[in-house]
């Protein structure tokens, strides 16, 4: 064959948009033409041969999809909070009045798109209206008098609506939060459509090659989505608390990036300096679930709002241990406020006792809060921080050592 004999019948095959991996021997048989091509064309050993590649790569494929959705569940990861679907309407309430509280607004709805309709799913407060009609016109929030709109979109779709009611515009802070729940929430409902067209797929025997491989670049490509919403919620929800602990820097940023200096200079490995880093971000996540007023008494807090302040920690496992991607991070949360001596709590552990994260993170937010201005004392400075903490048995010596060697370089 000449040279351009042979370019025209490679461009003849390549026009096929279902060329299996440019492959058009593997084509033909995928379109059931075996019989004509093995009788006609080549030996019936080959045609063998290219009907067993193309089985086992359906099941390759098949295979790869099944391990993607039991990863990406709903079950494990992909819901802000877990809830089974079977009781929608109470825990989508649930977390309505969760964000009623979390942001101080009057009312928190949720709607979710049914029939081409907006219709309320769960609401903060009852007596509400039962569906709404929003144009967002590719905006991320939307304020209609006294309530503001925030689309659940992913792939250009809505699925649903947050809205909150109040009386003031929210604060930017608080408002990217939700804005970033509300990605989580509709990418979760684009990759569970996904989830059931792959059950379908994987239960067909002569499943077509060409609908699995699109079905797994777009669930790949939307888990990907998946994996940045979930950071960059947990990077607004610390932002968020730090607005609500009256924090003039971004104390979370600070405490969570010491913490992964020190691990560093401790030698530990990418994972758990990971798993530590976010845990030191959100070590103070109850807080968000307190008023603001609580934050700027000065220090002038009645025995109520105390014991509401000590029970923070608490306040942010229960939060923690509900946002599913987040479940690994809560022993360093639970056990951050021991001490090396003993003389901390929950449950007064001890010196190794204490899961190291946990000793990192103390040290971390400890140092953090010494050298950073509060709106009842200015900051102090690094060295007189460094003397406090080596001087004090409540810290493990070799993590102060560490941190001393970070922040002195």
């Known amino acids: 064959m000449k040279k351009d004999e042979t370019k025209t019948g490679v461009s003849l095959f390549s026009q096929s948009e279902y060329m299996i ?15 004509f091509m093995s009788e006609h064309l080549i030996s019936k050993d080959l045609a063998q041969k290219i009907s067993t590649s193309t089985k086992d790569k359906r099941e390759g494929l098949k295979n790869q999809l099944k391990e993607l959705i039991s990863i990406y569940s709903s079950q494990n990861t992909l819901c802000v909070l877990s809830f089974d679907t079977n009781q929608e309407h109470a825990i989508y309430t649930s ?18 798109q049914k029939d081409n309709r907006m219709m309320l799913v769960g609401a903060s407060d009852e007596n509400l209206g039962d569906e709404i009609c929003v144009d967002f ?16 979109r992913a792939a250009a779709h809505i699925y649903g609506v947050i809205a909150l009611q ?3 515009t929210l604060n930017e802070e608080y408002l990217r939060l939700i804005i970033s729940i509300a990605s989580l929430f509709a990418t979760s409902i684009k990759i569970q459509t996904q989830v059931d067209e792959v059950n379908k797929l ?14 797994r670049a777009e669930l790949t490509a939307l888990i990907g989505d998946l994996c940045d919403y979930q950071q960059n919620f947990v ?26 200096l020190i691990c560093k200079e401790l030698g530990l490995n990418e994972k758990t300096t990971d798993l ?29 709002e105390l014991k509401k302040i000590q029970d923070h920690i ?30 901390g709590k929950p449950e007064g552990l001890k010196g190794q006792s204490i899961p190291l994260g946990s000793r990192i993170i103390a040290a971390a937010d400890a140092f953090s809060a010494m050298t950073s201005d509060r709106p009842y004392r200015k900051a102090m400075e690094i060295s007189q921080a460094i003397e406090i903490m080596q001087s004090d048995s409540k810290w493990d010596p070799v993590v102060i050592e560490a941190l001393k060697q970070v922040v002195l370089k």
């Open 21 to 35: 991996e440019g492959d058009p021997l593997e084509e033909i048989f995928a379109l059931n033409l075996g019989d």
């Open 95 to 112: 977390i309505a009045k969760t964000v009623k509280q979390m942001l101080e607004v009057e009312c928190c709805r949720i709607y979710m």
């Open 137 to 152: 016109s590719g905006k991320d929030f939307v304020y209609e008098g006294e309530i503001a709109y925030i689309p659940m």
């Open 166 to 168: 109040t009386s003031e």
């Open 202 to 215: 994987t239960e067909d025997e002569n499943a077509n090659i060409s609908d699995m491989q699109h079905l």
């Open 235 to 260: 990077e607004e929800l610390a932002k968020a608390v730090d607005l609500k602990g009256q924090y003039k820097v971004s104390h979370s940023q600070n405490t969570a990036n010491l913490a992964r």
């Open 276 to 304: 530590i880093y976010y845990a030191a971000k959100l070590q103070n996540i109850g807080k968000i679930a307190l008023p603001e007023r609580i934050f700027a008494t000065n220090g002038k807090l009645s025995p109520e």
């Open 314 to 343: 608490n306040t942010g496992v229960n939060l923690l241990m509900n946002i599913n991607f987040l479940s690994e991070v809560v022993p360093y949360v639970t056990y951050q406020t021991e001490r090396y001596d003993g003389t």
